[in-house]
Antibody, heavy 122, light 107 residues
Framework: EVHLVESGGGLVQPGESLRLSCAAS????????MSWVRQAPGKGLEWVSG????????NYADSVKGRFTISRDNSNNTLHLQMNSLRDEDTAVYYC???????????????WGQGILVTVSS | DIQMTQSPSSLSASVGDRVTITCRAS??????LNWYQQKPGKAPKLLIY???TLQSAVPSRFSGSGSGTDFTLTINGLQPEDFATYYC?????????FGQGTRLEIK
């Protein structure tokens, strides 16, 4: 059974950094692209970043480009999101999501973690 | 970025009703359109991918159609567990975008 478990969230002040992790199990982690998707309180879903299966390609939403870095450790089945220069508007629940291989770089997400709350506030 | 616009933003319906939610892309995305259901406090759940393919274990009362810029999600015979928020998502672009969501409420 596929499991995705996020960790590393919490309360930080504007301008600070935070590193999220997502521990994956139940599938061959190294063979699948992964993404981070966030949801601000009471708002809709926003894709944040994706990383291909073999770390060859990464992409970011314009709202986080230059501040966030996605990475993966295929030997430990873990996905990371390094978040620097955090802003109030980065406050959200962050989900990691497993992609399904297909004809495009990113396709659709068949498994999601339970989400982790990041709060940026002074 | 490709903009995804859902309509309506909210919808009231009764158990047993047939409902349709639409999703429009700002440019052609061929058939690279997916639908998710989200309940309060829970992660989204994949319902339909590639515009019309039902994800495994999703009830057949859910269906999707469309291509290019216009897509629909239809639920035939609403069940109590279907009251939730629905999102479309395009995967045509290297930057994924979601629609703003459609909240389906009990009338």
């Amino acid at each position: 059974e596929v499991h995705l478990v996020e960790s590393g969230g919490g309360l930080v002040q504007p301008g600070e950094s935070l590193r999220l992790s997502c521990a994956a199990s139940g599938f061959t982690f190294s063979s699948f692209a992964m993404s981070w998707v966030r949801q601000a309180p009471g708002k809709g879903l926003e894709w944040v970043s994706g990383i291909s299966a073999f770390r060859l390609t990464t992409n970011y939403a314009d709202s986080v480009k230059g501040r966030f870095t996605i990475s993966r450790d295929n030997s430990n089945n873990t996905l990371h999101l390094q978040m620097n220069s955090l802003r109030d508007e980065d406050t959200a629940v962050y989900y990691c999501a497993k992609d399904v291989p297909g004809p495009t770089l990113w396709n659709y997400f068949d498994y999601w973690g339970q989400g982790i709350l990041v709060t940026v506030s002074s | 970025d490709i903009q995804m616009t859902q309509s309506p933003s909210s919808l009231s319906a009764s158990v047993g009703d047939r409902v349709t939610i639409t999703c429009r892309a700002s440019q052609s995305i061929k058939y690279y359109l997916n639908w998710y259901q989200q309940k309060p406090g829970k992660a989204p759940k994949l319902l339909i991918y590639a515009a019309s393919t039902l994800q495994s274990a999703v009830p057949s009362r859910f269906s999707g159609s469309g291509s290019g810029t216009d897509f629909t999600l239809t639920i035939n015979g609403l069940q109590p567990e279907d009251f939730a928020t629905y999102y479309c998502q395009q995967s045509y672009s290297t930057q994924i975008t979601f629609g703003q969501g459609t909240r389906l409420e009990i009338k």
